[in-house]
């Protein structure tokens, strides 16, 4: 089977990739490069092209046999789609609706999209699963919902096929230690205490500690990207058998603390790791853990990293060898 990954050279899609290419897919990387690195996936047929651009979608369709595909291309930093919520809408929507029309023109009916818990905003019930009433509170949560609407309407219309993952905190890097996660800027918890760790970065700022938590800091369900990885192969097996379209949360269903993942970050590293209280940073909900149990019981999933300590050494190990 033949595999467009869109945005296969960023964090998740890279690790995707690997994890298809174990299974013996064949794949197609296409990535704009803005947030993706080249190095991620060498010696992947590659394609440099933007999903904006409907010429270049189309040209790929033609000159390929593509049977399904997955799609990671997204801007996704929650605090920028704020500032820019233009820029997010015409990546994540438009971008995404020139795929799915490149889709139907050739004939291509199975999607796996990368979805988020961004999509539910401020959660009503933890554990939160698929059927919470989704509000998100950012434009990057609303574009990801947007596209999820899309997928259904084009589901109905045209008989696309989709499985849509909800991605909780998705963290920790591949056991080859050579691909991992480098975003530029830099917001995610986990690799900012680590290039603490490092000595890159002096300290790591703990963005509130009085919310209604044990500690005071927020919780987060903390999934390794090799999870998501196998969750992806195996919404594409469902699709491909005949499998229903539809939405599944992907978590490890555990919440830790800021402070705990600190705490962890100095066992794993040995290393001090410099922490200082701050203001909350806005829109954090206090709470976010999933329930993973629908993909569990309709497709056989199970994470692989339950243990956070397990998912920060793997990121470790890959900051350690990519410490520039
Ligand atoms: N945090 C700090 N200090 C930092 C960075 C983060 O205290 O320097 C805290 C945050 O306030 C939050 C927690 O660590 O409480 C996790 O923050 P991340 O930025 O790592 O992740 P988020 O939970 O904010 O966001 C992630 C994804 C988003 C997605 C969201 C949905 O990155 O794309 O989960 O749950 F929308």
Known sequence: MNIL?????????????RQLQKKGYEVLVLDNLIN?????VDGVPFVKADITDKQALQE?????????VMHFAAFSIVGE???KPGLYYRNNVLGTLNLLEAMRENKVSKLIF???????????EIPICEEHRTKPTNPYGATKLAVEEMLNWFNHAYGLNYVSLRYFNAAGADE????????????????????????VLPEIKIFGTDYPTPDGTCLRDYIHVNDLADAHIMGLQSLSGGGQSTIFNLGN???????EIIETARKVTG????????DRRTGDPAVLVASSEKIKQELGWQPRYGDIEQIISSAWRWHQRNFN
């Open 5 to 17: 990954v869109c945005g296969g050279a960023g964090y998740i899609g890279s690790h995707v990739v």
């Open 36 to 40: 993706g690195h080249l190095s991620a």
């Open 60 to 68: 790929v369709f033609s000159r390929n046999s593509i049977d399904a």
């Open 81 to 83: 789609s704020m500032s």
């Open 114 to 124: 990368s979805s988020t818990a961004a999509v539910y905003g401020e959660p009503e």
């Open 176 to 199: 080859s230690g050579d691909i991992g996660e480098d975003h530029n800027p830099e917001t995610h918890l986990i690799p900012l205490v680590l290039k603490t760790a490092l000595g």
């Open 253 to 259: 269903g555990n919440g830790f603390s800021v402070k």
């Open 271 to 278: 290393k001090p790791i410099q922490a200082v209280e701050t």
